[in-house]
């Protein structure tokens, strides 16, 4: 062996690239110790985050946030890391919302699992794009893998197939997009992906319940139906679509010469966290040859446990389905996903681009998954996080933090339910509380004294609860979605809400 040869060969890690202070903040081969301070200092934040928060929200006016944020000179960098995280500090952290305390109870934004939080460390780093094989190897069948273990979860064969997507506004759109585009092709052999809209696709109507998310709405006017397209069905008293009124309505809509092409139906509604009746609604997608798509965006987290799964009873038999990791699985955002009982459904989404998943390659031996995604190309590795979370935590362990927010959701809902001052709409399946404030002689005035409870606590920080309007009517609304909270934390707020309510009256 020339030794000299070996000895003269500088090792890579100690080549002395030019510039090589220019080019510290590159994450390459040399960066190793630039990278690991930021982060470190940028964990530091996140734990003071978690140590120092009593309230799950400073309090700060928009205005006084606003002239924060727009007192930076964005035409000068700060020197180093440690200035950069104090600033972002100032105008971030020490602000933001902390959903993982038990006076958070707002929106469906759960707090995270700490396998998931790993992963997205591993997820920005590495930033494997999950377009082809060639960009992500591993990735694409972690992807694969945990898309069959959620067709598996919700009662599909192995024909069922599916992609992560950024969130359950976006898997609504390709379940409305392939019901469309689906129903055109199979009965009126137009193809829309070649040919646009046919001409009467402004007859085309979609079922929706009254408490539907937004989403869908929007959708079908991306999908250039108009929301004129959505058809509102009725609602039973825990606003879950009504089957009868849902048969009438497909019947009126024929009649008047419009033609339906799919239901939507809730599986945990935003509003109440109910589920559609799926079975009955299935039955009679079956009998209308209608696409039926289950937005379980919220209610996906039934698919975890054992005590409650039967809820979900009939999601099996739809033709598409969302799932949102982000809303019940403890996922941070975003994960989500989009999963269809018939794989060659998904087929209807393809296009080859030559450069990146050209027409002859075989997709058995080299996977793209882009294939099967409409709107991203390229696309953040979140399928990471559910990995880390399922192979660290495993499926029952997350069931029983489903179990336990469901428990204490109806303990709440019947502790409400029993108190005078307040009115609950109805008890939830999963974990969203809508009552109101009643005490006081002037009906007309419930309206004000709510809304004046709910931007008190929100301004004071010291509660986040969120509202809903039901037939004109402003409620509070608590989402649980903590498997910390007690019943005891949720007596605390509804106290402070009384308080609230006194002063209103007290000054008015
Ligand atoms: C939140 C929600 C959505 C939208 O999901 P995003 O991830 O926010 O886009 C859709 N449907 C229901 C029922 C939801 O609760």
Redesign the pocket.
Known sequence: MDTTLMNDKTPKDKVLIPNQDFYKDIFHQHANEEYTQAIQLAQDRVSNFLKNNSKPFSGIRPDDMKAKVEGVDLKIPLPDYESLLNEVDELYVKHATAYHLPEYIAH?NCPVVIPALAAEVLISAINSSQDTYDQSAGGTFIERKLIDWTSEQIGYTDNADGIFT???????LMGLLLARDYFSLEYQKWNIKLDGLPPDASKFRIFVSDK??F?NHKNAWILGLGEQSIVHVGVDSRYRMDPEQLEKAIAKEIEKGNIPIAITA?A???DFGNVDPLHKIASIAKRNNLWLHV?????CGLLLTEKYRHLLTGIELADSV?I?Y??SFFQPI?S?AFIVKNKLHLNIIKHHADYLNPKEQNYEELPAQINKSIIQSTRRFDALKLWCTLRYMGKEKLGQYTDTIIETAEKAANHIDTDQDFELLCHSDMGVLVFRYINGPDQANYCNINQYIKEKLFFSGEVLVASTKVDGQFYLKFTIFNPLTTLDDIKHILNIIKQNANDYQRLN
């Open positions: 469906l950024a969130g359950g506004s976006q898997s609504n539907a998310h989403s809730t945990g509604t935003t937005d379980a965006a919220y209610g969302t949102d982000h809303k975003s989500s």
